[in-house]
């Protein structure tokens, strides 16, 4: 099949009859009893014959003297994806006098998506996959590991140049059909901004992939030219939440991210210092200490600071909410593919202050008020004085934010993604099995 949603005829004998997935037909068929139900779930479908059918302007087929119906309705899947196949491919039929009758059900192309993080995780790449899979799974069957070992899936997506590299040099290098099948990797932050110049198994990944996907709209120009071409766009996305009630007795900062070096906690640490004078502003941290040296210094700056605190890591509900209390988000990491944290402040009408990388530039625009330099603390703390002091400033910031907004709906990642798979499934040879 060449799309994500193709149909498959499967034909019994002579006898053959209109259905959707997982209905039975309308009427037994004469003196086809015996074969028992035709219909069939779609992981069944693979074991009998099946031809691909071209979409787009459908023909009427005609059986004798009856006619199918719904071409129209099945002439645009878009957005509709399965639910569109289904109605126009529902268990209609026009005519039955004919005795050549016609099984068609819809079968989903499966894919695979290999994430170097699962659930126990709870970081961005998990967090991709998971709502990938559920932007996906309307049209697609989707299957997520952390390790390929094999399978008949039609297309895989791989999080992670180098920390999936192997996973996707065996999808390539496998003596099965899947060497010929599509490949998307996704490149995250130390991907595009650091392993790609030095790590031969991340440049070979790029070199494997069909289609290689940037979180942020800056991310391509940080690939070799002669891949750039390869390069398509996803932006993430997560639910709108309306900003809750946020005190006017002092500015309430926070920053989200797990202790680690490329997050750079440490420039808000000390941007936190050089504001220990100013009792109205609060700085809070969310995030686990994966480097145990950042988490001791993390707890001496609390208890020594009055208004700092390290909240450790909170589930993803808590933070939510903390986002859309706080005045102001501070990310002010070092590598970025495309924080997941920042387009939830958007998301919340929460006013931003960030480094100025590609993977911030990328989501917040170039003319976004709020940037400071990686690792410069000094205008970080600047900014947020001034947040505290300049209420105007605040309002722009939001202002900015509300027009970036709407690039980050789900609506808009799903959108985006369908679109790229299914151009590379539609790609693939009509006689590669699905």
Same mark, same amino acid.
């Given at each position: 099949m060449g799309h994500a949603a193709g149909v498959v005829e499967r034909v019994i004998g002579r006898a053959r009859v209109v259905c959707g997935v997982g209905q039975r037909p309308a009427r037994a068929l004469p003196g086809r009893e015996s074969l028992g139900p035709v219909s069939l779930e779609p992981a069944d479908v693979p074991q009998f014959p099946q031809r691909r059918v071209e979409l787009g302007p459908l023909r009427y087929l005609k059986t004798g003297q009856g006619v199918f119906e719904g071409r129209e309705k099945a002439q645009r899947v878009g957005a509709r994806? %399965? *639910?569109? =196949?289904? *109605?126009?491919?529902?268990? /209609? =039929? /026009?005519? $039955?006098q004919g005795r050549r009758r016609y099984a068609r059900i819809v079968h989903r192309s499966s894919l695979v998506i290999v994430t170097p993080a699962l659930a126990d995780a709870n970081n961005g790449n998990w967090q991709t996959a998971h709502r990938w899979a559920a932007l996906l799974r309307p049209a697609y069957r989707v299957h997520l590991t952390s390790h390929w070992q094999g399978g008949d899936e039609a297309l895989m997506i791989a999080l992670h140049a180098r920390r999936s590299a192997a996973s996707i040099a065996a999808w390539r290098s496998s003596r099965s059909p899947a060497a010929q099948r599509p490949l998307v990797v996704v490149l995250t932050g130390t991907d595009l901004y650091r392993d790609i110049a030095t790590d031969a198994p991340a440049r070979q990944s790029l070199a494997l992939a069909d289609a290689l996907v940037v979180l942020n709209e800056l991310g391509a120009r940080s690939l070799p030219p002669a891949l750039r071409s390869k390069a398509h766009v996803v932006l993430q996305s997560c639910s709108a939440r309306a900003p809750q009630a946020r005190t006017p007795r002092h500015l309430r900062c926070l920053m989200v991210g797990h202790l680690r070096d490329e997050k750079d906690p440490r420039t808000y640490w000390r941007a936190a210092q050089r504001l220990t004078g100013r009792p109205d502003i609060h700085l809070d941290h969310i995030?686990?200490? $994966?480097?145990?040296? #950042?988490?001791?210094?993390?707890?001496? %700056?609390? +208890?020594?600071?009055p208004r700092f605190r390290w909240l450790g890591g909170l589930p993803h509900a808590s933070v939510r909410r903390r986002i859309q209390g706080a005045h102001v988000l501070v990310h002010s990491s070092r590598m970025e593919g495309g924080a997941h944290v920042v387009i939830e402040a958007l998301r919340s009408g929460t006013p931003v202050l960030a480094s100025r990388i590609d993977g911030n530039v990328g989501l917040l625009g170039e003319g976004h008020e709020g940037l400071f330099d990686v690792g410069d603390d000094a205008a970080l703390a600047t900014l947020l004085a001034r947040a505290r002091d300049e209420p105007a400033m #605040?309002?722009? $910031? +939001?202002?900015?934010?509300? $027009?970036?907004?709407? %690039?980050?709906?789900?609506?808009?990642?799903?959108a985006a993604l369908h679109r790229l798979l299914g151009s590379l499934i539609a790609r693939t040879p009509d006689e590669t099995p699905r």
């Open positions: 994806g %399965l *639910q569109g =196949l289904r *109605q126009g491919f529902g268990a /209609t =039929l /026009t005519g $039955l995030g686990a200490a $994966l480097d145990p040296a #950042l988490g001791a210094e993390a707890a001496a %700056l609390a +208890a020594q600071h #605040l309002e722009r $910031l +939001a202002a900015q934010g509300a $027009l970036r907004a709407p %690039l980050f709906t789900p609506e808009a990642e799903q």
